[in-house]
Structures are given as C-alpha cells and as structure tokens.
Nanobody, 122 residues
C-alpha cells in the first residue's frame, strides 16, 4: 500500500490542524493505519491508529482528548484531527500501514508515507 500525507503547517498553540493520509494500492482487507511523529533528536513515536475496516481506535496518552483519528476503506483516506495543539506536538507526522505485532512500535509497520511537518508556535 502506498501512502501520501497532507495538511501539515504552522499553527499557534491552542489551534487546530487536520492531517490526511490517502492510501492507494492494496487497500482491501483488515489492517491498521496509523500516525507516528518524530521531533528533532527524538525517536519516532506512536500517536494514533485505526482499524481500516472496523474503526477501532487507539491513542497515545499525551493526545487523548485532543486528537481524533478517523476514516477507513470507505474513502481510502485516514484523517488525524488535532485540536488544542501544544508546542510539544511539533514534529514531522508520518502515516503508516500494515503493522505486524505491537502497533505502538514503529519498526513493526511495513508501509510509510513521506511525512508532513507540523509546527506549533507558543
């Protein structure tokens, strides 16, 4: 599956952004699509994931209540709605698909997009 992110940008603290991840190629079947982020000098970290066909969602604790992942195979697109953004949310955000094993570990994911920069100013 091929993935392409869009929607990043510069926003003030407290603002909102919506990221999109368009999937192409093998988009049928039951698998996960997720979002990770990587800040300079830090390891890539799990943000959220959604089951492609069933809609079950998972979040890292730091974004619960602020971020919402949605979408799936009806549109071949997954969204990450980000609200109440904080400067510590600044990172390159990556879309990923088709994990094997623990979905919170980035090495377990097989397909990646090119990333989109999100910058939150204080």
């Amino acid at each position: 599956v091929q993935l392409a992110e869009s929607g990043g940008g510069l926003v003030q603290a407290g603002g909102s952004l919506r990221l999109s991840c368009a999937a192409s190629g093998r988009t049928s079947g039951d698998y996960f699509v997720g979002w990770f982020r990587q800040a300079p000098g830090k390891e890539r970290e799990f943000v959220a994931a959604i089951n492609w066909s069933g809609g079950n969602t998972y979040y890292t604790d730091s974004v619960k209540g602020r971020f919402t992942i949605s979408g799936g195979n009806a549109e071949n697109t997954v969204y990450l709605e980000m609200t109440s953004l904080k400067p510590e949310d600044t990172a390159v955000y990556y879309c990923a698909a088709d994990p094997r094993g623990n979905i919170r570990r980035y090495p377990n994911w097989n397909s990646w997009g090119q990333g989109t920069q999100v910058t939150v100013s204080s």
